[in-house]
């Protein structure tokens, strides 16, 4: 009998990140919550003739190597783990954490430290994953770390991942491709724009969006999924922007986030909460002052901030704006290891703009 893990690691394997016979496929997951996934993942390659590479800890040590690291530490990254990046054929990362704020005292200069030394790894899986040699898919299990984030019982939070998921229904990837469908005729419309303008509150900025790809996401890279997306051109933001939801990153938050950006270079960042770790993170190396993404949620059965970017991004009638890295597959050259997606509500008067004509209002496109 077929269990929603089955079901779960079907999408992943057979779909997401599509495993062949001879694939080498790493299984990377954040504790021992995510084994039922696991398992089913395991068993799902093993009956696709592939082979896996399972990498689970018992425990989450970040904390532990942020508190005690020196700098030579902070800044090493190991030949092992830089090899399997340059080797493995298929990645799928199961978050499952047991605490959401263990990073919440880290020290945010070993943080912004750590990151910029890891981006290296980053950058090879960005330029892999857009020339073709490699997958990769990032899905959550349900914990009850990530129920209490959410502000409900684990029986609620695992329906509202499993339904955000579309694992409620018989054929999750036929609604995916459906979802696909739909949000490919936004691109491809998009594909021929120049410039993007968005108001709403606080907020009246443009992107210059001309020769850039954007990007239907159906499942392929995030599990649940619902966004169309792009890399501005680096040079070419401008104005300001307000992000009315929480902002939470590596366990952290900032909230009421107020961005002015001048030649697609954030020039000022106020916070109503949590302004010095939104400086660390904004300084964290010479590209986190850029921006590298800009993309329109489009998952209607994630409604509500959750505290989980996986999930938040996606939600249906908001937008995101990604300070710090962007992605090679849409032409972005933004270097650096911070890649922070803010999230901004936009059914409430919001309005988006390509070239002076309105094609999406109040959280739904017009178009």
């Not at 783990?81 to 945010?108: C, H, Q, R, W, Y």
């Not at 899905?139 to 339904?163: H, I």
């Not at 989980?308 to 009638?317: M, P, R």
Request: proline residues 2%; glycine residues 8%.
């Amino acid at each position: 009998m077929e269990t929603i893990w089955d079901k779960y690691a079907k999408v992943l394997v057979d779909y997401s990140v599509d495993v062949q016979a001879g694939d080498l496929v790493s299984i990377r997951a954040e504790s021992v919550e995510a084994r039922d996934l696991v398992k089913a993942v395991y068993k799902r390659i093993i009956q696709k003739g592939a082979h896996a590479l399972v990498r689970t800890p018992i425990i989450d040590l970040n904390g532990v190597f942020l508190k005690y690291a020196n700098d030579n530490q902070l800044d090493y990254v190991d030949p092992i783990t830089k090899m399997e990046f340059e080797t493995v054929n298929k990645f799928i990362s199961i978050g499952a954490p047991l605490n959401t704020k263990s990073m919440a005292k880290a020290d945010l200069t070993k943080l912004a430290r750590r990151s910029k030394a890891t981006k290296a790894l980053s950058e090879i899986i960005m330029n892999r994953s857009a020339d073709g040699t490699c997958r990769w898919v990032i899905a959550d299990v349900p914990t009850n770390a990530l129920a209490q984030e959410a502000k409900m019982s684990l029986d609620e939070y695992s329906e509202f991942l499993f339904n955000s998921c579309y694992l409620n229904l018989d054929d999750p990837v036929a609604k995916l491709k459906e979802l696909d469908e739909k949000q490919t005729k936004w691109a491809n419309y998009l594909n021929n724009v120049k410039q993007i303008h968005i108001t709403g509150d606080r907020t009246d900025i443009t992107f210059n969006t001309e020769g850039r790809k954007w990007i239907s996401c159906s499942g392929m890279n995030n599990y649940p999924d619902g966004e169309v997306f792009t890399s501005p051109v680096e040079n070419g933001i401008n104005g300001e922007i307000y992000f009315d939801f929480p902002q939470n990153y590596h366990g952290n938050s900032a909230e009421g986030v107020h961005l002015w950006i001048e030649n697609g270079l954030i020039t000022k960042a106020i916070a109503d909460k949590g302004e010095d770790f939104l400086h660390a993170m904004i300084n964290m190396d010479e590209g986190s002052h850029g921006i590298g993404e800009i993309a329109v949620g489009t998952n209607d059965e994630i409604q509500e901030i959750t505290g989980n970017i996986l999930f938040d991004e996606k939600i249906g009638g908001a937008i995101h704006m990604a300070v710090g890295a962007s992605y090679p597959e849409t032409g972005g050259k933004n270097v650096s290891g911070l890649h922070w997606d803010m999230i901004k509500n936009m059914k409430n008067g919001g309005k988006i703009y390509a070239d002076d004509k309105l094609i999406y209002e109040n959280g739904k496109f017009i178009i």
